[in-house]
DNA sequence: GGGTGCATACCGACCAGTCGGTTTCTGGCA
DNA sequence: TGCCAGAAACCGACTGGTCGGTATGCACCC
């Protein structure tokens, strides 16, 4: 509908002190590993060497931590969104930079990528809709780019871009279950190939 | 390497009686909905009505829930698999039927696909390695019919067969976050613009 | 009588979260 | 500079409840 496409705002980050950030970290590698149901909170403290106390003191509640992780990344990709339209590039350029830099900033985050794509549904309703908001924003924009390049003239219409979209973000999402760090291709390596990959079957 | 791609063989079915079935079947809802450990025994057992006398009576334990899930899961998709093979299509018409084959099984079966993709890593030693060998047969076969359509000269060699086969297995692991059985899509609708997606970005 | 198919009562371990108390930091005032 | 009051940071024992799993018993059938 809309000629442009719109720049997602990102919020500000939030200043944390070292026992704030000792505990969220302990945290984010506690879920990636076992899950937030399979993460218990004496767990969490001890790896943090922390005490309980100091983790209430700090949190609302477990759930609270696992929030404080989706925000982070969410915040995250949709800084990076942000930064690539900045550039106002054309549909094909742009797209290539948002699946390269989303699938870098994937890998190189790839703990809270596993507990997003693991745990995402287990957040109580007010938070769910705050994350799922933020989602929907960097979908709909996504979309918008593949329905720019449609309009354009330079994508195929083969695909709808919806599927498009639901296609080539669900990739992303599948990243944390094969990517390995200290496997045979570098993040930079695999991301040139799978951006290919979608431009080459919007061609 | 090899000249032609090898079929899989599945396993028999195991009879099972109502008891154990409606076991299997209270845990793979309760499982899909809220994960393994998010899921109690007693929940389970509530929800197949039987007690957990009954429950231990045919189960070894929790584990074993999980892995039966797994298997008939897997099982399934490597008959499919073999199914497809045995036609002797060409590698664009085998790649399409078995993408296709693969997306509308697995949006029939979505409560399985949910616990896979969520927790397949939350088996003991020895039936991970089984179960890791199965999905490994899948994609080693699958790889071998891009790499033969490669080799034939019908696929592009832009991308690597490892990774067409990592982003098209990858994409149907994700269809349990996007699939709603009563969306405006079919399911044999999305299966044709996935399947010839990727088939465009192997032209 | 011995195996199968359950039911019931129960176990110790562990769970997320709380609470009263203590220490450490900070700013204001003499 | 020295002192104090209040706030913020942190401690860890404890709670009610739930967890996966087990021990035992009993009815029914070959």
């Known amino acids: 509908m809309t000629d442009t496409v719109p720049v997602p705002e990102s919020s500000a980050p939030v200043r944390q002190s070292a026992v704030e950030r000792r505990i969220l970290d302990a945290a984010l590698h506690l879920f990636a590993a076992r899950g937030f149901d399979g993460t218990s909170v004496q767990g969490i403290v001890e790896a943090a ?8 003191h700090y949190f609302d509640s ?3 931590l696992l929030y404080e992780i989706y925000h ?3 915040a995250r990709q949709l800084a990076d969104l942000g930064a690539v339209l900045a550039r106002g590039l054309p549909p094909r350029e742009a797209v290539r930079a948002v699946l390269t830099g989303l699938i870098l900033s ?19 309703d007010a938070r769910m809709r705050s994350v799922r ?12 780019l593949v329905e720019q390049g449609q309009r354009d003239g330079v994508f195929s219409t ?6 498009v979209t639901i296609v080539a973000l669900g990739m992303v999402n599948q990243l944390p279950s094969w990517y390995r760090p200290d496997g ?5 390596r695999l991301a040139d190939e799978v951006a290919g990959f979608v431009l080459a079957a919007l061609d």
């Open 49 to 56: 060497e922390v005490t309980k106390g100091a983790l209430y």
């Open 62 to 64: 477990k759930d609270d």
């Open 72 to 74: 982070s990344l969410i």
């Open 106 to 124: 994937t890998a190189e985050h790839i703990d809270e990528a596993k507990v997003f794509v693991r745990d995402k549904d287990r957040l109580d």
């Open 133 to 144: 908001a933020d989602r929907r924003r960097y979908h709909v924009t996504f979309r918008g």
């Open 158 to 163: 083969a695909t709808p871009a919806e599927t």
């Open 184 to 188: 045979p291709k570098t993040a930079a």
